[in-house]
T-cell receptor, first 114, second 111 residues
Framework: NAGVTQTPKFRVLKTGQSMTLLCAQD?????MYWYRQDPGMGLRLIHYSVGEGTTAKGEVPDGYNVSRLKKQNFLLGLESAAPSQTSVYFC?????????????FGPGTRLTVL | GQQVMQIPQYQHVQEGEDFTTYCNSSTTLSNIQWYKQRPGGHPVFLIQLVKSGEVKKQKRLTFQFGEAKKNSSLHITATQTTDVGTYFCALLGGNFNKFYFGSGTKLNVKP
């Protein structure tokens, strides 16, 4: 996983509850991403960050907030969970260079909202 | 946002048969990436294609980028059970910070 960890691995929430997912990297990469993956669909970008203190919206940002206070950590928050947010959430870091542009994904967080 | 169409959605093959998945875009792409996701796992980067008409090989996997840079394919020769998983293409969006993924092709290989 190129040093990308996600906490927690599994979580069950009730509608309206809140939670924070943590993505941590043990390197010093600038770019970090949050995706959600639903059955039969590819990964959809929720939010991303190009560096400490910066965040930006992806394809499906509604209902989520993010923060990147420390370079190593990218947090994804659900303020009031809805059943439509049941999904597998993946965090990724990006290594971009002259001849290479690669994303390394964390192991994922499986979230169920009842 | 940008979209890339990926076909087929599913493919079931007998071990030893070949497999191909295709990604098509209506716009010219700066590059395209391919990922593999094993069942229950996370996506793993396979390769990036940048040049028009580029062909790259990794053992039994052959990746192609179209001459017009609007389509790409991944071909697996003589599939093995270890090839089981979902294969995704991904493109880099216009601001060069966002990635857009295809819906994936799920490959099942019967031994």
């Amino acid at each position: 996983n190129a040093g990308v960890t996600q906490t927690p691995k599994f979580r069950v929430l009730k509608t309206g509850q809140s939670m924070t997912l943590l993505c941590a990297q043990d390197m010093n990469h600038e770019y970090m991403y949050w995706y959600r993956q639903d059955p039969g669909m590819g990964l959809r970008l929720i939010h991303y960050s190009v560096g400490e203190g910066t965040t930006a919206k992806g394809e499906v940002p509604d209902g989520y907030n993010v923060s990147r206070l420390k370079k190593q950590n990218f947090l994804l928050g659900l303020e009031s969970a809805a059943p439509s947010q049941t999904s597998v959430y993946f965090c990724a870091i990006r290594l971009a260079g002259d001849s290479k542009d690669t994303q390394y994904f964390g192991p994922g967080t499986r979230l169920t909202v009842l | 946002g940008q979209q890339v169409m990926q076909i087929p959605q599913y493919q079931h093959v007998q071990e030893g048969e070949d497999f191909t998945t295709y990604c098509n875009s209506s716009t010219t792409l700066s590059n395209i990436q391919w990922y593999k996701q094993r069942p229950g796992g996370h996506p793993v980067f396979l390769i990036q294609l940048v040049k028009s008409g580029e062909v790259k090989k990794q053992k039994r996997l052959t990746f192609q980028f179209g001459e017009a840079k609007k389509n790409s394919s991944l071909h697996i020769t003589a599939t093995q059970t270890t090839d089981v998983g979902t294969y995704f293409c991904a493109l880099l969006g216009g601001n060069f910070n966002k990635f857009y993924f295809g819906s994936g092709t799920k490959l099942n290989v019967k031994p």
